[in-house]
Each structure stands twice: as C-alpha cells, then as structure tokens.
C-alpha cells in the first residue's frame, strides 16, 4: 500500500499501517511500513514464495528506487543476469522483486515489456521524484488507486484505502449486465483498477497518467500447418509450467477434471512426480467433478485431496467471500473456488491452476454463436428488420425468439462479454429507467480496432479484455489470496500467448466439429488420456439453481426483503424473479444470484448490517429478524 502526498511532505504511515491489517491475508508472513521520502509512504504485507529469508519489503535498490512488489517475475534469474553481466548491476537479496527494481534502473520504463510473470508494482523514483506504477498484461494481480486533493493512494484491494465516494451509477449498471463491474470500474466513484497490461504515472501534485504496455491481439494466418502449431504450443505449456513451478515454499496444483487443469497437472507431474492436486464438488447429483478429476490423478500417479461443500458451508462464508472481493462478483463458480483454495493452504503455499485457456484458445460454447447465426447475417437488412420485428412480438421463452434477437443484432451491440444477466428491458426495470441499456464504452474500442478480424477472434479479444481480468482471475486471485494462497496461471504466459496470437481461428474454433480449443486439445493429447484430451469444458459447476429452490431460498427472501440495498434496485421485481424460479416458472439462478451479491455487498460494505467475519448467521444479522 502507498501514499504520495501532493504537497510533497509528511507521512502517512498510521493510515497505511491501518490498510495492511486489512489485507494481512495477502501477506502474512512479514508486514513493514516506512516513509521513503518526504510525503512518500510504502507499505507491504508479504508472503514469502521466493528468497524466504530475504527480500523484505518495502525494498531499496541503487539508493534510488523504492518498491513494493505483488506477484512473480518467472524470467528473474535470465535478467539478473543479463543486468549484472551487461551493466554491472549490484543486488543486494536473492529474489525476484530486487530485479524489477534495477530493470528500471538500467533500462527504464520500457522495462516492463520484458517481464515474464503476473504482478502488480508500485516503484517510487527518489530522483525524478517520480512514482510507477503497473500490472501484468492479462490482469492477474490487481492494482487500486485513488487519487484525491491530498495526494495519491495505491493497493491491492479497494478495502485498504482511506477514501471512499458514493456509487458509481454506471458500473452498477455494468455488474447487472455483466455479473461484475468491468476496468476500470469499481462500484466507488471515487477508486478506479490499473486495468490489465497498463501503467501507470504520477509527480506529486500533477495528474495521474496510464498507458498501455500490452494489447492482446490474434495475427494469425488463415492457414497453418496444424502439426507444427501444436509442437509449439506443447512445448511453449510445457516451459511455462516448469517456470511456474520455481518456488522456495511447497508447490501444488487445482484440478477440475477438464483439459485446461488436466494439461497443467500433467506437465507439472514431469517436474514434480509427487505433485498434490485439488479438486472440490458439491453434495449434489450431478453437481460434483470429483470422480472426474479424481480419474485424472489416478491416471497419472498424483495425490488427491478432494473437498466437498454444502449449502450450509456456503451460507456461512459468503459474507466473508464478499468481503474479499471488495466489489460484488456474482459468478457462483467462486464458491468452490474459496472452498478448494482453503484446503490447498492447509498443505502448500502455492498452486497451479488453468484459468484463460479458454479466452486464448477458443474453449466457450459461446464462441460458435457466429457459425450459428450466419444464415441470417447474410441476408438482406431489410429482411433482417423484418425478423427483428417478428422477434419483438414473440412472447418471452416463445422457440426462436433468442434466435432472432442474436441473429439480427450485430456483434457490436450483443457481444459485451462472456455472461449476460440482465437485458435491456429487464435492467429497465431492475434499475427503474437508470439507464436502460448497456453503455458500451467497455468494448466500442475494442470493436473498432479489431474490424479486420473474423467474429470468433473478435469474441475472444472481448473476453480478454473484459471477462478475463473482470471475472476469472478476479475470483482466482481473492478466493486464493483470502486463505493466503499463490495461485499461478502457466496458460497467461508470455510465450504460450506468442503461440496463441498465431492460432487460425479455424484451430481454435472451428465450424466443423462441436469440439472447443481444437488446438490445444491436439497439443496435450499425447500427455493425457484420450477421454480426459477429448472430454468437453468442465468448471467447477455450482448448483445455484438447486439451492434457491431449497436450503438457500428462505435466506434470499430474508435479503431481498430486509436489504436496503431498494434505495438502487428495484428488489419487489427481483423477488418476483426468485418466486417464479422457486415455482420452476423460469430458470432466474443467474438473475436473482446478481441481485443477492450485490444486496450482500450492501449489507457488508454500505449498511454494515451484517458482519463478514461471522457469516450470514451473525447475531448482528439475526438480530435484524
């Protein structure tokens, strides 16, 4: 955490002080505050992944750079050495933070483009007076800021920071649209997210400055050798893998039982035979992998740890997981996620898992909607219209009418992202009239940058830019960093995307076969069983839709009734939606599961109404009955 003053005086060492204790879960191993300058303050919660005895925090380097440092650098030791051989470089601790430091030194900004990892940084200059800032390029480690009269305030987690405005209208519009506020959005108007592969700068007393340092793009051929892509890719997985394995502390691995986990998992066995995987499930019918993955272990030789989560433990932990969250994030698959990440730190420090092989290789079902809807794009607009029109006088659930209404809207207007919760008309009367419809100022860019390319890459790159660092590795990194736990990512590698960007959208996706990620699944073939290489996307599914029709249900009555959350949401309508569910009129899960997050927000973060750290059983919520 860290505090530029804009007057260029004083310190800010209690507040920081304050803001650590509320993210000692991201670092608990070592915590220090110092005022590095005058009107400079740093603070770091550490966990100790690499030189464990070494590289505190905030560190020192030439006598000019302060730094605090979140994540990993996986090419540390090639560019210590190329900054020690070519520039005579003194480093004075054995680990990787000590590293971004001097790249800086030596060779400025630009240094960034050069990292191999996942990382968020704050690196004040001394002589410039100067500060940077910035994250990795997909987005796996968050960066907050917030920049008011006093100065500017810098975290990893919107909690930690001493400011706070009112609700940002628009991005509450966006989380109903989207299940999540999209970057550079928070639900405070007054704190915004580094959003992924950019950079930031600030002077004291001047204006804060971001920048890009990296644009995920496809630029691939329409045509490849398919073999050959597939040797590059393997071996691209399987360097990414034994890099993220580097580690001073015990390292293991997630698996769901799909092939994105279960390439990981089995490249990571080549390194480490005795690797320890972990899987969870429900005790539901039909809503646990745990005989799946658990398949996968056997097949190859690995410990299995499984974990199997009730309604019950859900209950009691959501106000706790809300609270790590620091914004509502209404995908249910992190439920298990928190579950699964509390049982690995009981044994690692560190794991692997497989998050964005679905946005780099073609993995969601989503992504075949352009070959479904191409005999409508092609005909005339004027008869185009006419579909529409006939659309919009189809009752809702009539067969066709989401057809229509896809087939007859371009990408632009209807691809915002991988989830879409609520409509157009249905946030009209969710949010009363406040807006009507999803502003498109997440993806207008994007769309108009990316116009050479065919629909499926164009897709993809959405969901790079938005559900990739909005949704998946915002869970991953909070539901893992809650229990104090490095979760890694091999897929959202520098070199693996190298291989991905040249990918025909043809291996990826292709019209040919209802088979997701052909590419990859050709490359991990030979590693893992042929049903586990052929079998079809696996999450870990969460049955959401079971328990509001049952041991959840009175509780989500109680929140939508009791929530004062009415002040911003239309909660008679949202009730509405959850009767008719429980009356399987409708499946409204995904509806009313938005609803209740961002009321729970509510009650956690605004009313305060509830405590996170007891659950949703609290004396102070009973006491509410």
Known sequence: MVFISAAGEGDACEAVAAGLRLIRHRGPDDAAVAAVQPGVTMGFQRLAIIDVDGSRQPLTHAAR????????????????????DGYGAVFTTDGDAEVLAAAFHHWGPEAVRRLRGMFAYVLWDRQERRLHAGRDPFGVKPLYYASTPDGLWLANERKSLPVGGGLDADALAHYVSMQYAPEPYTLDTHVRRVPAGCALTY???????????FQPDFAAPAHADERVLAGQLRDALRDSVRAHLVAD??????LSGGVDSSAVVALAAEVKPDLQVFSAGFDIAGYSELDLAQETAAGLGLRFTPTVVSAADVLEALPRIVWHLDDPLADPSLIPLYFLARTAAEHVRVVLSGEGADELFGGY?????????????RLPRPVQGALRRVSAAMPDGVRGKSYLDRATTPLEQRYYGNARIFDAEQKDLLLRGRPAALRTDVTDELYARTERLDPVSRMQLVDLHTWLPGDILTKADRMSMAHSLELRVPFLDRHVYEVAARVPAALRVSPDTTQTKKLLRAAVAGLLPAPVAERRKVGFATPARVWLRGEIGDWAHELLSRSAA???????????????HQRMEADNSRKVWTVLMFCLWHAVFVERSVDPHAGVASPRWAARR
């Open 365 to 377: 079902e989503i992504y075949r909607e352009p070959f479904a809807t191409a005999p409508v794009q």
């Open 249 to 254: 502390v015990p390292v293991g691995a997630f």
């Open 566 to 580: 009415g002040e911003h949401l239309d909660l008679a309508y949202a009730r509405s939606l959850l009767v008719a």
């Open 203 to 213: 002077e004291p007393g001047g204006q804060v400055r971001l920048h890009r340092h």
């Open 65 to 84: 750079w302060d730094l605090c440092f979140n994540g990993e650098i996986y090419n540390y030791r090639e560019l210590r050495d190329e900054l020690v």
